[in-house]
């Protein structure tokens, strides 16, 4: 699987804007970019996904670089349920069932009231 | 909203003993997994299952370890014989896809102590 960078932490202020990067300078032409967040003590929670477009769903953005080696997952406005470790995963089409993923160390956001 | 619902929460066992961790994954999905996190550690692959067999399985899937689907809604990870480096959270997830579009949901987790 192609491999994502990530920094290991940032902070934000409560009701800003939050601009999480990833790197993903191996990526293939039919890998997707997705996100995904674990808040303390739970499971890993979907975000966002996408391939070439930005996208934008109820929760977040992802905008795409045009060469599709980097990425940035925008929250729009931080709380402090946000608090939690982002990580940016790219997903291979492969051959036959499955298409698990890998994760990686993620982003850890802290949230500043 | 549908979820993936893990048992028990938290188990405690001794070295050396068998630990069975069971899931419900949402209903109409057919790719299934297991995760585990080892405390402070990133989250990592263990196996996925579709059409009941494994599709795929990583290096920490050994021998001691083994997933069922015994009656088309639970879905289980067995452990036969438990490791002190066992300890961790074991995650399960479930897709209603398996191509590179779709996401998955996955339960709470089942911390799983070996002593």
């Known amino acids: 699987d192609a491999k994502t960078t990530q920094p290991n932490s940032m902070e934000s202020n409560e009701e800003e804007p939050v601009h999480l990067p990833c790197n993903h300078s191996t990526i293939s032409g039919t890998d997707y970019i997705h996100w995904y967040r674990q808040l303390p003590s739970q499971g890993p929670e979907y975000v966002i996904h996408?391939?070439?477009s930005n996208v934008n769903n109820r929760m977040a953005s992802l905008a795409i670089a045009e060469d599709r080696k980097s990425s940035t997952l925008i929250l729009h406005r931080a709380t402090l349920r946000d608090a939690a470790v982002y990580y940016c995963i790219l997903r291979s089409l492969t051959e036959g069932a499955g298409n698990q993923f890998y994760f990686g160390t993620g982003t850890s956001l802290t949230v500043i009231p | 909203e549908p979820e993936v619902t893990q048992t028990p929460s938290h188990q405690v066992t001794q070295m050396g003993q068998e630990v069975i961790l069971r899931c419900v994954p949402i209903s109409n999905h057919l790719y299934f997994y297991w995760y585990r996190q080892i405390l402070g550690q990133k989250v990592e692959f263990l196996v996925s299952f579709y059409n009941n067999e494994i599709s795929e399985k990583s290096e920490i899937f050994d021998d001691q370890f083994s997933v069922e689907r015994p009656d088309g809604s639970n879905f289980t990870l067995k452990i036969r014989s438990t490791k002190l480096e066992d300890s961790a959270m074991y995650f399960c997830a479930s897709g209603s896809n398996g191509k590179n579009t779709g996401e998955l949901f996955f339960g709470e987790g089942s911390r799983l102590t070996v002593l």
């Open positions: 996408g391939l070439t």
